[in-house]
T-cell receptor
Framework: AQKVTQAQTEISVVEKEDVTLDCVYETRDTTYYLFWYKQPPSGELVFLIRRNSFDEQNEISGRYSWNFQKSTSSFNFTITASQVVDSAVYFCALSEARYSTLTFGKGTMLLVSP | ETGVTQSPTHLIKTRGQQVTLRCSSQ?????VSWYQQALGQGPQFIFQYYREEENGRGNFPPRFSGLQFPNYSSELNVNALELDDSALYLCASSRNRDRDEQFFGPGTRLTVL
């Protein structure tokens, strides 16, 4: 069975601080996909990144970066120089290679204050 | 915006009633998945429809049922509503059932009193 654990329930930072959101996953599949989604107060899930299990390269997109480590089954997400607009709930998710259904973690609420 | 729409936005029902939620998938997408998100939790997979057939189901009782239409829009029906069914119901569409990214709609907030 697949499982995604986001141990941090809530994180509070002050604007311009860097923040890392942790994600640990469990799966028996050798091929799988990992995702991060952002959920602002409006409720819609916004796709941030998808990474397949064979690609362990770290990725940077603007202020966002992701660190995928298969050895520790982790896929952590860092926001550099956080902004108030980054305040949201962030979800890490996992899917098997064959099907697109997602297993989500419980989410981490990020509060960025001015 | 993802192009996935859901209706209604909000809904209030009483225990024992039945409800139907609707989802229009993004153009060109033939797969729709439904998720239930209880307050403070991550979304949980209910079921997926691919080309009008159920293509997988999560750990939800049979009173949760669905349909997908020839235009690939979808309905989620819940019978005999219980208080614990209060949640945000999210619909996601994808181009195909295999490996494709899912695009989420804004959700329907269901409150059961």
């Amino acid at each position: 069975a697949q499982k995604v654990t986001q141990a941090q329930t809530e994180i509070s930072v002050v604007e311009k601080e860097d923040v890392t959101l942790d994600c640990v996953y469990e799966t028996r599949d050798t091929t799988y996909y990992l995702f991060w989604y952002k959920q602002p107060p409006s409720g819609e899930l916004v796709f941030l990144i998808r990474r397949n299990s064979f690609d362990e390269q770290n990725e940077i997109s603007g202020r966002y970066s992701w660190n995928f480590q298969k050895s520790t089954s982790s896929f952590n997400f860092t926001i550099t120089a956080s902004q108030v607009v980054d305040s949201a709930v962030y979800f890490c998710a996992l899917s098997e290679a064959r099907y697109s259904t997602l297993t989500f973690g419980k989410g981490t609420m990020l509060l960025v204050s001015p | 915006e993802t192009g996935v729409t859901q209706s209604p936005t909000h809904l209030i029902k009483t225990r024992g009633q039945q409800v139907t939620l609707r989802c229009s998938s993004q153009s060109g997408h033939n797969t729709v998945s439904w998720y239930q998100q209880a307050l403070g939790q991550g979304p949980q997979f209910i079921f997926q429809y691919y080309r009008e057939e159920e293509n997988g189901r999560g750990n939800f009782p049979p009173r949760f049922s669905g349909l997908q239409f020839p235009n690939y829009s979808s309905e989620l029906n819940v019978n005999a509503l219980e208080l614990d069914d209060s949640a945000l119901y999210l619909c996601a569409s994808s181009r195909n059932r295999d490996r494709d990214e899912q695009f989420f709609g804004p959700g329907t907030r269901l409150t059961v009193l």
